[in-house]
């Protein structure tokens, strides 16, 4: 039990046994001291095993709440604009969504320019890479395929404008995977609307759909927008900041913080989704790889799972510093053996002085249990400078 360090453990050998012959001892022999004593041992063995337990209360949970509220708001929002923005195009829709227009009977030119609403596009699930694109196929050769264009900015700006949606408010919004789609008929091409790269099946015909705007009902509303520096926008997301902002309980890193105090303010900086101080944690070296911030947002996100599902709140071990380079005052022998001329000419020889720091953290669940057992979390700082956290991705 000493190994799982306070964890549930899983794995047993001989658990059965073992607990079923202490039963029968203390059965036949309540009163005796030494089974007595074999008794207890079991219980507070089987009970260790069952991991640690903590009482959750509403303030460690209080984000999840806001965050539905910020949720409900911005779903509202996106649903009146999704609405008012239907209403608009209803002299130029194409109401009946199947069967397809036949392309033996109806030329694109009848077609071009016209809006349809396309329900339950799921994707990644039906993109594929065609001749003359990539698309999401919607539709059965019984009924028809529209194929809706994926490659272009009008599609990608929408779905990188709900992208942020997720990271700033909605982390629930991953687990959707179906979109309604308004777009505008842009053409008609031939495909084998198969995802693997044997493309098993037939061509089809399909009108291509050039997407206007995504509706994610419950969640969001995102349009393409040709003006804005990203292409898309999310309805709500020039509200978003000044609400976020009403939430936050830290809004910057001391510069004399402690790497417990920071990993505190790291965690955070995740629970309220606040992406500019979670940068502000974290060691610039650390990210030294990382092209275009790819590699932050992928930890961001794992995070955000990870306190969307997993664990809700976090405890923080005392930290353990030591220097990786450079002179250490704090070394025993060094202070015991050397004189003040010898530290310093060795002092002066070792260059800058970088230290690191291991928080060890321990992550529970909403109903109080822990999950798994505790995890280090490295921290650095250069000669004597400000912590930051090192190990970006790692799970609490």
């Known amino acids: 039990m000493a190994r799982e360090r306070g964890g549930e453990k899983t794995v047993w050998r001989y658990k059965e046994a073992a607990l079923s012959r202490v039963k029968e001892l203390y059965e036949q022999y309540p009163d005796d001291p030494q089974v007595q004593a074999l008794f207890e041992r079991a219980r507070i063995t089987l009970k260790k095993s069952k991991g640690g337990f903590m009482e959750i209360t509403p303030a460690m949970t209080k984000y999840l709440h806001t965050e539905e509220t910020l949720r409900k708001d911005i779903a509202a929002a996106g649903a009146s604009a999704w609405e008012k923005l239907i209403a608009g195009k209803q002299g130029e829709m194409i109401e009946k ?194 092209i275009d911030g790819e590699q932050t947002t992928f930890f961001w996100d794992l995070h955000q799972r990870r306190f969307h599902g997993q664990y809700v709140h976090v405890t923080f071990g005392k930290a353990r510093i030591k220097v990786l380079k450079g002179f250490d005052e704090k070394d025993d022998f060094d202070n015991y053996f050397l004189d003040d001329k010898d530290r310093a000419q060795i002092r002066k020889a070792s260059g800058s002085k970088l230290e690191e720091a291991i928080v060890e953290t321990r992550a529970w669940d909403a109903n109080g249990k822990v999950v798994g057992s505790p995890k280090p979390h490295r921290l650095r700082r250069q000669d004597g400078g400000r912590w930051f956290v090192y190990d970006v991705g790692f799970r609490f």
């Open 97 to 290: 969504m199947y069967p397809t227009p036949d392309y033996r009977t109806v030329s694109i030119d009848d077609l071009r320019g016209r809006y349809i609403v396309i329900e339950n596009a799921r994707y990644p699930q039906e993109q594929f890479y065609g001749a003359t694109g990539e698309y999401i196929a919607v539709g059965k050769p019984s009924t028809g395929y529209y194929f809706v264009d994926i490659s272009g900015r009008e599609r990608l700006g929408p779905y990188e404008a709900v992208k942020r949606f997720r990271r700033q408010v909605d982390t629930g919004l991953e687990r959707v995977n179906t979109w309604t789609i308004l777009g505008k008929i842009t053409s008609i091409t031939c495909e084998i609307p198969d995802a693997s790269e044997n493309k098993v099946g037939n061509y089809q015909f399909g009108w291509v759909v050039t997407p206007v705007a995504l509706y994610v009902p419950d969640h969001c509303m995102a349009q393409y927008d040709a003006d804005s520096p990203s292409s898309g926008v999310f309805i709500g997301e020039d509200r978003v900041p000044k609400i976020k902002e009403s939430w936050y309980s830290v809004t910057s890193v001391p510069d004399n913080v402690t790497p417990e105090r920071l990993m505190e303010i790291f965690v955070t900086a995740i629970k309220e989704k606040n992406f500019k101080l979670y940068l502000n944690c974290i060691d610039p070296e650390a990210g030294r790889k990382d």
